[in-house]
């Protein structure tokens, strides 16, 4: 099936050489910080997860979403999601991969990664993390590729893929558990220290990621002859709006905790990100569009008529995912950060050759995803035809 991805219009072989330069240019900065190291990054002492994490955070997220397809289709017979379940299960693919290179950015050695395989700590969530990144790629690879294979052939999966495609479920759940437990775990640190961290991550991927895979829909729909389906969109859109008023709920939750306990640990974070401490608040207009984007959102999707025009829907689901993006990578990651366990600001932003690795690195996904959509979209008008 992969050759279907070596056949396209000029504008399919524009966009693919498009993305292959901004790999390039993207590249050529990770050979320098690769050569002086990650001091050209914005990172510091007090801060020592940055960008990359930020990303990897959220892209966590987006790969977690698949299971908002795979649960209806596979478990409770809902036949609508047939259409676009491997979608999902694809843009797994390309999340987990941009996940494992933004990690091994943040490493700025690669070679370090080798340490998590040869000298396991089994008690080290980073360990977990590899085990359930690793394993949510395999699956989501097996299961969408060979189901792919069988609806080309028009014979009935493999019966071995069930087991995998019921492992999905609790597996998917468990990478964005894990993620959130790397941060909640850590005492020093009160912004993340709260419990409700797990849920919240997990509303906020059941939010960002069906917007994205939205978007992408209506993109497929637009750009070739497959269409996902207006009946599937619709219900995607209802679980972005269920899923992001959850997440804005979680939120809430840790608003009062920290405004009404008065707790230093707490509230200074909240602060910080929102009013800005001690004369520093780079990241405060950021977290107040945050916020503006994600409840225009459920607003927005909330309106039955809204939420039916799909130029409306395109532009609900851009917010929620973009407000997503800046809450959930720069304003968790840094907010964590800053201000220090000793309440001291030192503040952080990335430069310009972190921005740039991180482009070459969502470059790669897109490359990705855009081969694998290739290869979807030629078996679905194969069948079609």
């Avoid at 980073?126 to 028009?154: H, K, P, Q, T």
């Avoid at 600001?345 to 470059?363: K, L, N, R, S």
Wanted: glycine share 8%.
């Amino acid at each position: 099936m992969l050759e279907k991805a070596l056949k396209g219009s000029k504008a399919y072989w524009i966009w693919v050489f498009a993305l292959l330069g901004i790999i390039t240019v993207g590249f050529s900065f990770y050979l320098k910080q690769l050569d002086f190291g990650l001091g050209i990054t914005g990172m510091s002492r007090d801060v020592t997860w940055g960008f990359y994490i930020a990303q990897f955070t959220f892209l966590v997220g987006v790969a977690a979403s698949a299971v908002m397809l795979v649960i209806p289709y596979y478990l409770h017979n809902y036949k609508a999601f047939g259409r676009i379940t491997i979608m999902g299960e694809f843009l797994a693919i390309a999340s987990v991969i941009m996940c494992i290179l933004f990690i091994i950015a943040d490493l700025g050695q690669p070679m370090r990664l080798l340490n998590v395989l040869l000298y396991p700590t089994p008690h080290s969530m980073l360990f977990w993390d590899m085990i359930v990144l690793s394993g949510y790629l395999m699956i989501n690879l097996v299961v969408g590729w060979n189901v792919l294979d069988a609806e080309r052939n028009s014979v009935p999966p493999a019966k071995w893929l069930k087991p995998l495609i019921y492992l999905s479920v609790p597996w998917a759940i468990s990478i964005h558990t894990v993620t959130a437990y790397l941060y909640c775990g850590l005492p020093g640190r009160g912004f993340w220290l709260t419990a409700i961290l797990a849920p919240r991550f997990l509303a906020s991927a059941f939010a960002g990621g069906p917007a994205f895979l939205i978007l992408l829909c209506l993109l497929v729909r637009k750009v070739t002859k497959f269409d996902p389906g207006k009946e599937q969109i619709q219900s995607l859109a209802k679980v972005v709006v269920y899923g992001s008023i959850a997440n804005m709920f979680f939120f809430l939750c840790e608003v009062f905790v920290a405004m009404y306990s008065q707790i230093p640990e707490h509230l200074d974070h909240l602060q910080y990100l929102f009013f800005g401490l001690h004369g520093h608040g780079v990241l405060v207009p950021w977290m107040w569009t945050a916020m503006t984007l994600i409840v225009s959102g459920i607003i927005l999707l909330l309106i039955p008529a809204a939420r039916k025009n799909e130029a409306v829907l395109a532009v609900a689901c851009i917010f929620t995912f973009i407000g997503i993006w800046i809450d959930k990578g720069m304003g968790m990651v840094a907010g964590g950060f800053v201000p220090n366990p000793l309440h001291e600001v030192h503040e952080y932003f990335p430069t310009f050759p972190e921005v740039m690795i991180a482009v070459a690195v969502y470059g790669t996904g897109f490359l990705v995803l855009t081969i694998l959509y290739k290869v979807f979209v030629g078996v679905k008008t194969e069948l079609a035809a």
